[in-house]
């Protein structure tokens, strides 16, 4: 194996190749997600068999199974782990940027695919990690913009019950309890949509709170907590309240700037405060604990691109 290692001289057939090892990208990816060693994601226990011929662990402790990808970014896509991987050196190594065209023509996927492994790789790239969110996570949607006000209010009520009124653009997030927030503009407030961003974002197992709407009805594989606004606005520590503080700041933010309504616009300035965001929070943090956030964004990220592994 270690004849194969990447290195900076390291151009994409080799890389391809290299990843083409399931054990390679096993490898990498577990070195990124267990820094101290695999260990059980439902009762955190170390003791497992490794069953080599299905690359996947069970746990001596409560008998779970699980693949390298559980709670990853990775967990929900049929793409292998060596395409995924492979895109990620793309990335990180091809200094005059990559297409989504690019690397699906590389990578013999759709640019649609691609478009999505790019995106989600941006992503874990931004927040240092390649783990969903866990614990207590606020998931919530907001309008955005438009010109509601103007419209007669039978036809407003219409419309802001089913799709969003006219003009105006929705954004969903998610928000770690003492972490990071993600949100994306999404098309409806449908359970397709806000179930999806919940589900790439979020462990299985952990516990989201939201309100009373029916589109976050049927997430079974998680403690779905729900808040009745119509009833009670806080209800014991099941609240959006982080989420709440989340959107003001991006009103505030949008109010002079955002002047379209075309959803294409508005994302980046989501993407924006929710960057802004992100890093306030890091910045709230004692020095210290920065820095450290920081080198184990880099570590993790070389361990991602397989730069030590081999
Ligand atoms: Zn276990």
Same mark, same amino acid.
């Given at each position: 194996?270690?004849?194969?290692?990447?290195?900076?001289?390291?151009?994409?057939?080799?890389?391809?190749?290299?990843?083409?090892?399931?054990?390679?990208c096993l490898e990498a990816v577990s070195k990124a997600k267990w820094?101290?060693?695999p260990?059980?994601?439902?009762?955190?226990?170390?003791?497992?068999?490794?069953?080599?011929?299905?690359r996947t662990w069970?746990?001596?402790?409560?008998?779970?199974?699980f693949s390298v990808k559980v709670g990853t970014?990775f967990?929900?896509?049929?793409?292998?782990l060596?395409?995924?991987?492979?895109?990620?050196?793309?990335?990180?190594?091809?200094?005059?940027?990559?297409?989504?065209?690019?690397?699906?023509?590389?990578?013999?996927?759709?640019?649609?695919?691609?478009?999505?492994?790019?995106?989600?790789?941006?992503?874990?790239?931004?927040?240092?990690?390649?783990?969903?969110?866990?614990?207590?996570?606020?998931?919530? #949607?907001?309008?955005? *913009?438009?010109? !509601?006000?103007?419209?007669? $209010?039978?036809?407003? %009520?219409? =419309?802001?019950?089913?799709?969003?009124?006219?003009?105006?653009?929705?954004?969903?997030?998610?928000?770690?309890?003492?972490?990071?927030?993600?949100?994306?503009?999404?098309?409806?407030?449908?359970?397709?949509?806000?179930?999806?961003?919940?589900?790439?974002?979020?462990?299985?197992?952990?516990?989201?709170?939201?309100?009373?709407?029916?589109?976050?009805?049927?997430?079974?594989?998680?403690?779905?907590?729900?808040?009745?606004?119509?009833?009670?606005?806080?209800?014991?520590?099941?609240?959006?309240?982080?989420?709440?503080?989340?959107?003001?700041?991006?009103?505030?933010?949008?109010?002079?700037?955002?002047?379209?309504?075309?959803?294409?616009?508005?994302?980046?300035?989501?993407?924006?405060?929710?960057?802004?965001?992100? #890093?306030?929070?890091? *910045?709230?943090? !004692?020095?210290?604990?920065? $820095?450290?956030?920081? %080198?184990? =964004?880099?570590?993790?990220?070389?361990?991602?691109?397989?730069?030590?592994?081999?």
């Open positions: 194996m270690e004849a194969l290692a990447l290195n900076e001289d390291s151009g994409l057939m080799a890389a391809i190749r290299y990843f083409s090892d399931p054990m390679v820094p101290k060693g260990e059980c994601p439902r009762c955190g226990c170390k003791r497992l068999s490794f069953l080599r011929t299905r069970t746990c001596l402790e409560c008998r779970k199974q970014i967990e929900d896509s049929p793409i292998g060596d395409k995924w991987l492979t895109a990620m050196w793309m990335l990180a190594n091809c200094k005059n940027g990559i297409s989504s065209y690019g690397v699906g023509r590389a990578l013999e996927i759709t640019q649609k695919s691609a478009w999505f492994l790019l995106h989600r790789i941006r992503y874990a790239q931004r927040h240092g990690t390649i783990n969903k969110m866990t614990g207590i996570v606020e998931a919530d #949607e907001s309008f955005i *913009g438009g010109k !509601a006000r103007n419209m007669h $209010a039978d036809r407003r %009520a219409e =419309k802001i019950h089913s799709r969003g009124p006219e003009g105006k653009a929705i954004v969903a997030a998610v928000l770690e309890r003492g972490g990071r927030v993600h949100a994306r503009v999404v098309g409806t407030r449908r359970k397709k949509d806000l179930q999806a961003l919940v589900r790439e974002n979020v462990e299985v197992g952990s516990e989201p709170h939201t309100d009373a709407l029916k589109s976050y009805d049927g997430l079974q594989e998680y403690t779905h907590k729900v808040v009745d606004h119509a009833v009670e606005y806080v209800n014991g520590n099941v609240h959006p309240n982080r989420l709440e503080n989340f959107w003001s700041l991006l009103k505030r933010a949008l109010k002079g700037t955002y002047v379209s309504v075309e959803p294409f616009h508005l994302f980046r300035y989501l993407d924006e405060e929710v960057f802004r965001y992100n #890093e306030r929070r890091h *910045g709230c943090h !004692a020095v210290s604990e920065g $820095a450290e956030f920081l %080198a184990g =964004k880099r570590l993790t990220w070389d361990n991602l691109t397989c730069q030590e592994v081999g």
